[in-house]
């Protein structure tokens, strides 16, 4: 069975592109108790609407509610869920076993994910869930391979695992770097990802001076995780048997949730249709390049020996880290396709300059593409012009084929073909 493909949505048009882009299922949440509360999230008057839009496409909508309630923080958790008592999303996603009771008080019919916030590591654990009502767990990312498989060969309940994305250096992202050094939780959805920053030591009797914890120009980013990929290995979690594959990034851009959730539509398709003479397609990878990203890794999917020696260790935490903070993209995403207009032109809206004469590329669903020159545009006053700006919306020519909800980028450095 082909699992599951399920892709954030950091608000509502990021909902409607996910789906548009192969999604079967989406995550999002609202204002209160999820663990992105910066990702811009929907209002309680969005939801019913985006789980209309799911559903109308026979998909599924699952709400994040996965923040560890404080003291005098349960009545605003019950009010809340009250007033979700008559929206039809699919599921709530959980990680606190508090919330999870006031659910079974209010909404004891609503099915209910486990967070990997739970930090579900082993079968019994499962079992344990699962006898709670618990319909799907997403394991925790620290599993190899070996070990996901062994959960799946015994557990009962749906599995879910994470396949894109970045990575929190701390045990199923439950981390305390935030609060301790900003004052602002990542256990309650404020992180400012110190794990990114970078580090050095100071000596006692030298304040003042910094070295670099190894001898590097640039100094040491110790806690900074490389970002997850595993387009490569999907027939290794399908067999293993897990059901749901999970792309992180509700606080990413619309062109992130677009190219990186049709690539592994793409892969999962491929799969479905030959699994036994499935192979990867240079694309993806080029595809995956061209969204921001640190360095990519395999995370822990492949670290199978738990009594590795010292030096193993080493080798594992340069794999794992990445040894700077900057963030690598190939392309830069300038523009949205919204709606054909009746001149035969498109309207597109800008969302990075671009300019007469350069090679642009639209994509859309099932791995589309065609490239182009943009040589001018018209504005909103009827003026043609030859530059356009970012939150401009002009009329343009787009190449045949394009359709309402396209994406317009631009390779850097000829990267195009």
């Known amino acids: 069975?082909?699992?599951?493909?399920?892709?954030?949505?950091?608000?509502?048009?990021?909902?409607?592109?996910?789906?548009?882009?192969?999604?079967?299922?989406?995550?999002?949440?609202?204002?209160?108790?999820?663990?992105?509360?910066?990702?811009?999230?929907?209002?309680?008057?969005?939801?019913?609407?985006?789980?209309?839009?799911?559903?109308?496409?026979?998909?599924?909508?699952?709400?994040?509610?996965?923040?560890?309630?404080?003291?005098?923080?349960?009545?605003?958790?019950?009010?809340?869920?009250?007033?979700?008592?008559?929206?039809?999303?699919?599921?709530?996603?959980?990680?606190?076993?508090?919330?999870?009771?006031?659910?079974?008080?209010?909404?004891?019919?609503?099915?209910?994910?486990?967070?990997?916030?739970?930090?579900?590591?082993?079968?019994?654990?499962?079992?344990?869930?699962?006898?709670?009502?618990?319909?799907?767990?997403?394991?925790?990312?620290?599993?190899?391979?070996?070990?996901?498989?062994?959960?799946?060969?015994?557990?009962?309940?749906?599995?879910?695992?994470?396949?894109?994305?970045?990575?929190?250096?701390?045990?199923?992202?439950?981390?305390?770097?935030?609060?301790?050094?900003?004052?602002?939780?990542?256990?309650?959805?404020?992180?400012?990802?110190?794990?990114?920053?970078?580090?050095?030591?100071?000596?006692?009797?030298?304040?003042?001076?910094?070295?670099?914890?190894?001898?590097?120009?640039?100094?040491?980013y110790i806690f900074n995780s490389r970002d997850l990929c595993l387009v490569n290995h999907l027939p290794d979690l399908i067999n293993a048997g897990v059901a749901s594959l999970k792309i992180e990034g509700r606080m990413k851009s619309l062109y992130y949730v677009a190219a990186v959730t049709r690539v592994y539509r793409a892969a999962l398709d491929a799969w479905r249709d030959d699994p036994d003479n499935y192979q990867v397609d240079p694309q993806w990878q080029r595809e995956l390049e061209a969204v921001s990203h640190r360095p990519y890794g395999t995370g822990f999917l492949f670290e199978q020996d738990q009594t590795r020696n010292e030096q193993d260790h080493i080798q594992e935490q340069a794999f794992v880290t990445a040894d700077n903070s900057d963030y690598l993209r190939d392309c830069d995403f300038v523009g949205v396709a919204r709606e054909e207009a009746p001149e035969g032109d498109w309207l597109v809206e800008g969302r990075n300059r671009f300019q007469g004469g350069e090679c642009l590329e639209i994509i859309g669903p099932e791995m589309r593409r065609a490239e182009f020159i943009f040589h001018e545009a018209v504005n909103q006053q009827g003026e043609i012009i030859s530059t356009v700006q970012p939150n401009a919306v002009v009329r343009m020519a787009l190449p045949a084929g394009t359709r309402s909800g396209d994406l317009l980028r631009r390779w850097r450095d000829d990267k195009s073909s």
């Open 1 to 220: 069975m082909v699992p599951e493909l399920l892709a954030p949505a950091g608000n509502l048009k990021k909902l409607e592109t996910a789906l548009r882009y192969g999604a079967d299922a989406v995550y999002c949440g609202v204002e209160q108790f999820s663990l992105r509360a910066q990702a811009g999230n929907l209002t309680l008057q969005e939801l019913p609407h985006a789980c209309e839009m799911a559903h109308s496409l026979g998909k599924r909508l699952y709400l994040t509610l996965n923040a560890f309630l404080r003291p005098g923080e349960e009545a605003a958790a019950q009010k809340l869920l009250e007033s979700l008592l008559q929206v039809p999303v699919d599921a709530y996603i959980l990680a606190d076993p508090g919330m999870f009771h006031l659910v079974r008080q209010v909404d004891s019919g609503r099915e209910v994910h486990l967070s990997t916030q739970a930090n579900t590591t082993n079968a019994m654990a499962a079992h344990f869930w699962q006898s709670q009502g618990v319909k799907r767990l997403n394991l925790a990312r620290e599993l190899n391979l070996r070990e996901i498989t062994a959960i799946c060969a015994f557990a009962e309940l749906e599995l879910e695992v994470f396949v894109h994305g970045a990575m929190c250096m701390a045990y199923s992202g439950r981390c305390l770097l935030s609060a301790g050094l900003s004052g602002r939780s990542a256990n309650r959805g404020t992180c400012s990802h110190p794990c990114r920053w970078k580090y050095s030591l100071q000596e006692e009797q030298r304040p003042g001076e910094f070295f670099p914890i190894e001898e590097d120009e640039r100094g040491t």
